[in-house]
């Protein structure tokens, strides 16, 4: 069995230990700065913020609490060197030490340079600072806005200028320039001008000034912050930058509309001189006058020009007005006279032309005579047709009789001949055929029609008389029998005494 070590060193617990350092470091060191880069950076839900201070040669783990960030001095980021402010403890849990940070500054003008460059690389990346979202100023604006100090010589320089070159509405912003803060505000008071509404309460500004005086670099950095600039470039009105002095330069001035070396030199570019406007104005009204004055000279010589190319109106008038005078009278004149001519050749053409009742009365006898004629002449015509239709008459029963006999002689010479019985058949069929035939051109001859007691009535030309209506009273009638032609007159007239007529 093993004995105990005797030994004079005192024997202490994790915890003890732990303590002894963490009461060691604190009361050692107290408040401290440390100077380095900041890495590791992780911002908790509730509020803390933990990361690393880095050198050349070694790392220290630091926390701010979420009860001093709103104190802290400046946003932290990875990658800056900063003086951080605050005191040195432990972590017993895990046996290490970390630097409980109060304050943060930049650590020279160096850090700051390398903090703005870099946001201007990627806000520049972002098209933020571009030419094309410059707008253009208002010629004449009628509320000025003006964010800045209300104590300090910036308004009151800003406030003498415009008074000075034309007097407009100023509606000031006041917001603290610089120390903590003092973004956010700015930020807030260029999103609150941009809200106002037109026709409010409140005019809204034509144009926005954004100024304070000179100062460090740490001084301007409220200018230099992500919130002011990007609050600048959403703002819609026209916005003019006069932070610092000519050669100080901020990123604000690359996001707004337009830059102003000093605020002085801002109230001169948001409004015109009254007293250059009235020069210019003056001299454009002298200008136009003159101008007017020359383009009536010149009209005016172009109308001289012109009238004297133009004929003498008067005389054309005069000429005009004898002209139709002298036309009127020769009218006047010269209907009568064509009257008169007109009157003279009817007078001799009706001289040359024949007696008219001669000619009537010649006309009339040539008829009387040529209708004699007729009446003289038309006997003989009916009896030289009547002969022809007798004689058409006859002609036709003898050829009927020749026909018949033909066909009784070649029935005579073929019927002998013809033994075979089918034959004499087809033969009987044709004699029927033709039996038929002679019946039906019997039937059509009007010399058989006449015989069954029918009568052809004509007049007195042969035309023959198909209806009642077509026979006037005492009309000459033409009548064809059977055996010959008789002629009678229609009753309701005389009928002209001639040899052979019957009275009807």
């Known amino acids: 069995m093993n004995e105990p070590v005797l030994t004079n060193l005192p024997e202490f617990t994790v915890s003890e230990i732990s303590g002894a350092v963490k009461r060691t470091l604190e009361t050692t060191f107290g408040r401290i700065r440390v100077r380095g880069e900041i890495t590791e950076l992780k911002r908790y839900p509730s509020g803390h913020i933990y990361f690393s201070l880095k050198d050349e040669g070694g790392k220290i783990s630091g926390i701010v609490w979420k009860f001093t960030v709103p104190r802290l001095g400046l946003e932290p980021e990875n990658g800056i060197e900063v003086i951080a402010t605050g005191k040195i403890s432990a972590y017993s849990d895990r046996s290490s030490y970390q630097l409980i940070v109060e304050r943060m500054e930049f650590a020279g003008a160096g850090a700051l340079l390398a903090k703005i460059e870099l946001l201007r690389a990627r806000l520049a990346a972002e098209g933020l600072f571009e030419a094309t979202r410059k707008r253009p100023l208002p010629m004449l604006p009628v509320v000025v806005g003006v964010i800045t100090s209300e104590q300090g010589a910036v308004i009151q320089d800003i406030k003498t200028t415009i008074a000075r070159r034309f007097p407009r509405h100023i509606l000031l912003w006041p917001v603290p320039v610089q120390g903590e803060g003092a973004a956010q505000k700015i930020a807030a008071a260029i999103a609150s001008m941009d809200a106002i ?76 001189s009254r007293v250059e406007l009235a020069a210019d104005l003056a001299q454009k009204t002298a200008r136009l006058a003159g101008a007017l004055n020359r383009l009536t000279q010149e009209r005016r010589l172009r109308l001289q020009r012109a009238e004297r190319g133009l004929p003498d109106l008067p005389t054309l008038l005069g000429t005009a007005r004898q002209r139709l005078d002298d036309r009127s009278q020769r009218l006047a004149m010269s209907l009568p006279n064509l009257l008169a001519a007109r009157r003279a050749a009817y007078e001799r053409t009706a001289r040359f032309l024949p007696d008219l009742p001669s000619l009537v009365a010649a006309a009339r006898l040539r008829l009387d005579e040529q209708a004699v004629r007729l009446r003289l002449a038309l006997p003989a015509v009916v009896s030289i047709r009547r002969a022809a239709l007798a004689l058409s008459s006859e002609k036709l029963r003898s050829a009927l009789r020749h026909a018949t006999a033909l066909r009784a002689a070649a029935a005579a010479r073929i019927l002998p001949r013809l033994s075979d019985a089918p034959l004499r058949a087809r033969l009987r069929e044709a004699r029927a055929r033709l039996d038929g035939a002679a019946a039906r051109l019997a039937s059509v001859s009007y010399v058989n029609v006449l015989a069954r007691g029918y009568v052809l009535v004509s007049d007195a030309a042969g035309h023959p008389l198909t209806t009642a209506g077509a026979v006037k009273p005492g009309a000459e009638l033409r009548l064809r029998f059977t055996d010959g032609e008789r002629r009678a007159t229609a009753a309701g007239g005389k009928a002209p005494s001639r040899q052979g007529s019957l009275p009807l």
């Open 197 to 272: 509404a037109p026709g409010g309460p409140i005019p809204r500004p034509d144009i926005l000034i954004v100024a304070r005086g000179g100062g460090s670099l740490e001084d301007l950095m409220s200018f230099n912050e992500e919130i002011v600039l990007r609050a600048a470039s959403a703002c819609t009105i026209p916005l003019i930058s006069a932070v610092g002095h000519e050669t100080d330069t901020t990123l604000i001035d690359f996001v707004s509309d337009r830059r102003a070396p000093t605020p002085t030199a801002a109230a001169e570019l948001a409004v015109p």
